[in-house]
């Protein structure tokens, strides 16, 4: 078997709980393509099924300001139909150099999830050490109840530490918890929806910080005693660790399997930290700014994307377990952009200007063209696009023509631009926002802002990084906007947090103690 098969069925595998078989139809010989196959480039219906994918720098501009707009809803008491949650993090320190000794991460945030020992040097700027091991979150347990799957995590912590010779009895935990959230203070954190193919209802409300909690309680044999002291979102954790050597982050994103961005944010702007009593956390004392989990990967589900979204689009939301929601995340996200491709493929397949119009089973499979298959189809220098090749014989095509093997290229490259362009619109609207609430400027006289990356699709994909770079340069006016690669975010960010939240809980504990 090819790789690029072995990948096909890897992915379709993890996706299984989203595949649905189609009517079967017959697999397409290269004997049956002919003059419809040579100038299918030239269908103006498939010319016209592209086109709606590409977006002028007026709809892009458009699209930025409407973000900007629903950011500042977002903050607001009221926020049920503006479509970002823009959710307050407690986030409001970074390291001051001080912070030492192992911290425990904890990074769930899709199908796999990873538990590392984070050891932080006594010495500011050494570099902090980083030992992970991956597990597995089986598919039952994602669609299954709360105490299987916690109880599943602890027991993946235990495992983990018993393989370790950790002399610190006491390990302080950080849990990067990468799904929507009402964060009520650094380590209480009630789930409000589950996305990325988790689907537990009795979690949905709760805290999970407290549900990890009784978890640990409830093993009797852990070799060390785990205490939750910080819950953060994966974006938090990649400007964490970013701004650890860059005092110009002010943003993290992360656009991989899903997306999401955070933010500096004033204080005094959030006010939906009225709710709950939340301004009077103790934590906020003396502090103007805070870390905004924008969640923006719900953008569009007020109607802010309609006018732009494409038919593809409307199939991949009405065909996942969400339809309605997480909506600027279906059309940009690497768990639905092999989707979005598939059915833009099936499209112009069914125009006839691809593949003779023969449509076969494999490609009425949902999960059958993974987003992997996106980056290596545009990787491929090869003359004859063997990897384009390879790909339509596992769908089905036996001998696809040259041509058919250009035009799935272009299909891949057209969804994978739109993707990176619209990344950008919602990274301008941050910058946007930045600037408003920053007056400092550097000696150019230009705002500075660096922004920590993380992800498969901006680390993997051979052009994402720079129709990013380049889109967002054009959407903002004023400003110099740096990316950065953010190294191990979700792990060394959240333990970085950890640290930070530990030092301020002694500080305040010898305070008292002076009193």
Not at 250 to 269: L, R, V
Not at 289 to 310: A, P
Not at 397 to 404: G, H, I, R
Not at 406 to 432: F, P
Request: hydrophobic content about 35%; proline content about 3%.
């Amino acid at each position: 078997m090819s790789l690029l098969a072995s990948n096909c069925l890897q992915i379709t595998t993890k996706q299984s709980l989203y595949i649905t078989m189609a009517s079967s139809s017959p697999s397409c010989s290269r004997n049956e393509q002919q003059s419809t196959s040579s100038c299918s480039s030239e269908s103006s219906q498939g010319r016209s099924l592209l086109s709606q994918f590409k977006l002028s720098d007026e709809q892009l501009q458009n699209i930025r300001d409407r973000f900007l707009r629903d950011i500042v809803a977002g903050l607001k008491l009221n926020t049920s139909k503006q479509g970002i949650d823009m959710l307050p993090t407690f986030v409001c320190n970074t390291p001051d150099g001080t912070e030492n000794g192992n911290v425990l991460a904890l990074d769930l945030g899709g199908t796999n999830f990873r538990v590392l020992l984070v050891h932080i040097p006594d010495t500011p700027n050494q570099r902090v050490d980083v030992d992970s091991q991956l597990f597995m979150i089986p598919d039952h347990l994602r669609c299954g109840t709360g105490v299987q799957l916690f109880d599943h995590i602890v027991e993946c912590i235990q495992d983990f530490l018993k393989r370790r010779t950790i002399p610190q009895h006491r390990l302080p935990l950080g849990f990067t918890f990468s799904f929507p959230c009402h964060q009520k203070g650094l380590n209480k954190s009630v789930l409000l929806r589950w996305t990325k193919g988790y689907k537990i209802p009795d979690v949905v409300g709760q805290d999970v910080v407290q549900l990890l909690t009784d978890a640990l309680n409830r093993r009797t044999d852990m070799t060390h005693e785990v205490v939750v002291e910080a819950v953060v979102n994966d974006s938090v954790g990649t400007m964490m660790t970013c701004a650890y050597n860059n005092q110009d982050c002010s943003i993290g994103i992360i656009i991989g399997t899903g997306t999401n961005a955070c933010y500096m944010e004033d204080i005094d702007a959030i006010e939906k930290l009225e709710q709950d009593g939340s301004t009077t956390v103790p934590q906020l004392n003396g502090h103007t700014k805070m870390c905004i989990n924008t969640e923006w990967g719900g953008f569009g589900e007020n109607g802010s994307l309609d006018d732009i979204r494409t038919d593809c689009d409307n199939m991949v939301d009405v065909n996942s377990i969400n339809p309605g929601q997480m909506l600027y995340e279906k059309m940009i996200g690497g768990m639905y952009m092999g989707e979005v491709c598939r059915y833009l493929v099936l499209g112009l397949v069914r125009s006839g200007a691809l593949l003779s119009g023969n449509v076969t089973e494999e490609l009425e499979r949902q999960g059958s063209f993974p987003s992997a298959f996106i980056t290596q189809i545009e990787q491929d220098d090869t003359e004859d696009l063997e990897v384009a090749l390879q790909c339509l014989e596992n769908l089905g095509y036996d001998e696809p023509s040259l041509q058919d093997c250009v035009l799935l290229r272009e299909a891949c490259q057209t969804v994978s631009r739109r993707s990176a362009y619209l990344c950008a619109t919602g990274v301008a609207a941050l910058v946007k926002r930045t600037m408003e609430t920053n007056t400092k400027r550097h000696e150019d006289g230009l705002f500075h802002v660096t922004v920590g990356v993380d992800g498969t699709m901006y680390k993997k994909h051979p052009t994402f990084r720079h129709h990013l770079s380049e889109k967002t340069a054009e959407l903002v006016d004023g400003c110099r906007v740096k990316f950065v690669l953010s190294v191990d975010g979700s792990g060394k960010g959240v333990a970085l947090v950890t640290a930070v939240a530990c030092r301020k809980k002694q500080q305040q504990q010898q305070h008292l103690q002076q009193g």
